[in-house]
């Protein structure tokens, strides 16, 4: 048993040479000459490499690095990727739901409701002049208060219910 530990530490601190390393790695050598210009990988000598730190050093490479290093891993981009679809998901299913909305649904309904409401207000002077020709102070008070209770009447029978979908029945219908 003390054999193999011996064993196994002495395969750790072997040299290797750069075609070795890349063989063991499964890359070219030019490969290898690479990831040491790029200071991935550190040489001991001339073409020569410890076995043990730098098998390490590309299995933390091609991990995307220390978790304490500033370098992404390609883990993290996993990890965003599964939260950004869970997150897409979860919005496409309130949407599917009826509790949420598109921001250009909601501004096309609102943007229809205000518009209408401008117009019945702005028209209550021409719909009353005629009938309030000639009329007593009070009689003009409450034809005018009935005239602006009217136009704000489609305010108070909004619906949530014509946002998203809706919308292009609701305009097909009227």
Request: include cysteine.
């Amino acid at each position: 048993m003390a054999k193999s530990k011996a064993k196994a530490e002495h395969l750790q601190d072997r040299e290797v040479i750069t075609s070795e390393l890349a063989a063991i790695v499964g890359r070219t050598p030019q490969w290898i000459r690479q990831l040491t210009r790029d200071g991935v990988l550190r040489q001991i000598g001339r073409g020569k490499y410890k076995l043990g730190e730098s098998v390490q050093a590309y299995c933390e490479h091609i991990s995307g690095g220390k978790e304490e290093d500033a370098k992404p891993r390609l883990i993290d981009y996993k990890t965003e990727h599964e939260k950004t679809k869970a997150e897409k998901a979860a919005l496409e299913l309130e949407q599917l739901k009826g509790n949420l909305h598109a921001a250009a649904d909601v501004e096309m309904l609102l943007s229809d409701l205000i518009l209408t409401t401008k117009s019945r207000i702005l028209s209550v002077p021409n719909r009353i002049a005629t009938e309030c020709e000639n009329e007593s102070a009070e009689f003009v008070e409450s034809v005018v208060r009935r005239e602006i209770e009217t136009a704000l009447a489609t305010l108070a029978r909004y619906t949530p219910d014509k946002i998203g979908g809706d919308l292009g029945r609701e305009n097909s219908d009227e």
